[in-house]
Each structure stands twice: as structure tokens, then as C-alpha cells.
């Protein structure tokens, strides 16, 4: 395996790892302020899985990596410029309907990709995504339900989840972006096409977006920039926040 | 109209074979809201592998009122707990 192989596949996985660390991290500011009790301990599950999809992805890339670095060190000791997640998943949560409206989009994505990733030649990323699939699978079920009940509610939450809407759409194309540098992994069968998702992914949405009686936002230049370390200002933020005890008390444990 | 959700009472079932148990109750506006508060609230550390909801005010309490006249006569029929036999070693799960 070449240098510049095995960076690509390392940096693929940590991408992997990024989305669900940083959306997990972002769920959780929820615990104890979500509507309800119920929703409450369901965004800390869903969060909870992410991070726990995190744990694993990122363990695996730092043993492909080879240079030392396990999961927690990737997680709590990289600066932001070397975080690999996608936009979406690093905005701000916003109002609840915001929040659900993200996880629809991102858990419809991770769902498709995680099937397609249950088949990799990569054995490794298969079971993690095999896994992960089942959690996943729930997490955009809930989601769908939510934002066809607030859609297709009041007038009040029907304006939210469509504002919801409306905010995160600008962030939906990175989703789908394929980097240059992953060529080598998907001729090889170890990374997915992200670009063949869409069109599948676009069907899920339309459905559940009609039973919400929401429209699809009107095309919109996509902000892309997380895949290679451009992140807007809030994940800096979050970082500060997540590393802080590794940052003050290096290796610290308990 | 209340802002308040309806409640419905949770029962789990914890593994095959045996019984729905009450676990607690959930707030909710349907019944499919209903199992994903009851899925993500009581069954999150594996307690179970089957769920039921149903609406708590479908439910009819015995009145404690009559308390008395329902349960006190039980007391002195011990001879209706099959205790007064031996149970072979070999027997299981009794």
C-alpha cells in the first residue's frame, strides 16, 4: 500500500468519524433542554450513538494510521483546521425544528451510506457500518416523524421546521461532495460514491417533506469547505468547549 | 385545550416468554410517538425486546374505597397458594 493510498484512506475514515463525533457533541448540548423529558433522553440516545459510531471509526483510522494516535487522541488533541466533518453537522442546533430538520437530512444520508458501506472490500469499515446501520435507521425515523408532526401541525411549528428547513439546505450538497483524493478507495471498492446517494436520498426527502406539507427549498449554491479543515466559526467554538479537559489536563483519565 | 400531551402507560417485555411488565408512562400525542418515548425513555439500557403503549385514562382503577371488601378476604385462605406439596428437585422454573 502506497504513502499517499493509505493517507486517503485514513483521511476517508476520519471524515467518517468527524460527522459523528461532531453531530454526537452537538446533540448533547440538548441534554436537559429539550421540549420534553421523552425527547430529551431521545436526543442524548441519538447522540450518544453517534459518538459511540465515532469511537470506532476514529480508533480505526489511528491504527491504519500507525503514528501512535488512538480515537481519544483524534477526538480531543486535533485543532480545528484538521477536523474533516462535513458543514452541517457543526452548525448551531437552533430551535428544535432546526435540530430535527438537520438530523432528517444528515441520518437519511447516513443511512443510505452506511448500507453502501456495510458492503466495503474494507472488512473493518463494513462491520462498523453494519452496525451503525440499525441505529441509524432510527435515528431518521424519528427524525421523519418529527418533522412531518411539526410541519404538518401549527402554524407556528410548520414556520419552524420550514426556517429549519431553509437554514440547513445550503449545507446538503458537501453531503454528497466526492473528494478528489477518494478516487483510488472507490475504484478499489473501500470507500462508497457519495455522488449515487442523491438521487435516493432525494426521493426520501421529497416523501417525507410532502407529508409535512413542507416544499423543497429552491436550489441554493452549496457552502462546502469541512471536508478539507475551511469550517465556519461555531465549530471552533465547540471544540473549546468539548477539549477543554484534554487541552488543561493532558492525558488525564479517569 | 390542555398543552399538555396525553399519557400513556409503558409495559415491557423484557425477553421472550415472559410477560409485558409496567415500566412507567410516557407523555405523547399518538400511539407511534408514543412507542419512540417508551423505546428511548425505558428500554435504552436493554431492558426489553417488546413494547406495548396504551392510553392511561383507558385504564379503570379498582376503587380504594373498596379496597376492603376486594382484597381483605384473601387474607385468611392461605390454602389457596399451591404451598401445601412437595415440588420433585428435578422440576424447573416454578
Known sequence: ?254 | MSRELPLWEVFVRAKNGLSHRHVGSVHAADARMAIEGARDVYTRRLEGVSLWVVPSDAITASDPGEAASLFEPAEDKVYRHPTFYVVPDNIKHI
Open chain 1, 1 to 254: 500500500m502506497s504513502d499517499q493510498h493509505l493517507q486517503a484512506r485514513v483521511a476517508s475514515i476520519i471524515a467518517l468519524g468527524d460527522d459523528a463525533l461532531v453531530l454526537g457533541q452537538r446533540i448533547g448540548e440538548w441534554c436537559g433542554h429539550a421540549p420534553t423529558l421523552e425527547l430529551d433522553l431521545s436526543l442524548a440516545n441519538l447522540g450518544l450513538d453517534l459518538i459511540g459510531q465515532a469511537t470506532l471509526f476514529l480508533n480505526y483510522a489511528g491504527e491504519l494510521e500507525g503514528q501512535g494516535r488512538n480515537g481519544d487522541a483524534l477526538a480531543f488533541r486535533r485543532d480545528v483546521y484538521d477536523f474533516r466533518n462535513c458543514l452541517l453537522v457543526e452548525q448551531p442546533n437552533g430551535d428544535f425544528g432546526r435540530t430535527i430538520v438537520r438530523q432528517l437530512l444528515f441520518s437519511a444520508y447516513q443511512r443510505l451510506l452506511f448500507e453502501s458501506l456495510a458492503k466495503s472490500a474494507d472488512s473493518r469499515l463494513a462491520e462498523i457500518a453494519a452496525k451503525a446501520v440499525k441505529e441509524v435507521s432510527y435515528h431518521e425515523r424519528l427524525a421523519a416523524d418529527w418533522v412531518v408532526r411539526l410541519g404538518d401541525g401549527t402554524e407556528e411549528s410548520h414556520n419552524r421546521a420550514k426556517d429549519g428547513l431553509a437554514w440547513n439546505w445550503r449545507f446538503v450538497d458537501e453531503l454528497f461532495a466526492v473528494d478528489p483524493a477518494e478516487a483510488e478507495l472507490l475504484t478499489a471498492g473501500l470507500m462508497v460514491d457519495r455522488n449515487a446517494l442523491r438521487a435516493p436520498w432525494d426521493r426520501i426527502i421529497g416523501t417525507v417533506l410532502s407529508d409535512a406539507t413542507l416544499q423543497i427549498p429552491p436550489p441554493v449554491r452549496g457552502v462546502v469547505g469541512g471536508r478539507t479543515g475551511r469550517h465556519s466559526e461555531h465549530l471552533g467554538h465547540m471544540l473549546s468547549e468539548m477539549q477543554f479537559l484534554q487541552r488543561a489536563y493532558p492525558g488525564a483519565s479517569w
